[in-house]
């Protein structure tokens, strides 16, 4: 995996609260710990700001009425 995709991921994994799998894509790709921390607190804040999340599973499901 990329540099730059396994960010993205790590990003997701913060967006949804997956320490364990953000974990994985850290240890597997050889990350700094900096650059890892950053970009799984960047997933949160997306969060909390009320950012929709574009990964594929979210985008598959259904709106909720």
């Given at each position: 995996m990329?540099r730059?995709?396994a960010?993205?991921h790590?990003?997701?994994?913060?967006?949804?609260?997956?320490?364990?799998t953000?974990?994985r894509i850290?240890?597997e790709n050889?990350?700094?710990?900096q650059v890892?921390?950053?970009?799984?607190?960047?997933?949160?804040?997306?969060?909390?700001?009320?950012?929709?999340?574009?990964c594929?599973?979210?985008k598959?499901?259904?709106a909720?009425?």
């Open positions: 990329k730059k995709d960010i993205a790590i990003t997701v994994a913060g967006y949804h609260d997956d320490s364990r953000a974990m850290y240890t050889r990350i700094s710990y890892y921390t950053e970009a799984y607190a960047k997933g949160a804040q997306l969060k909390s700001e009320g950012m929709a999340c574009t594929f599973q979210c598959q499901r259904p909720s009425a």
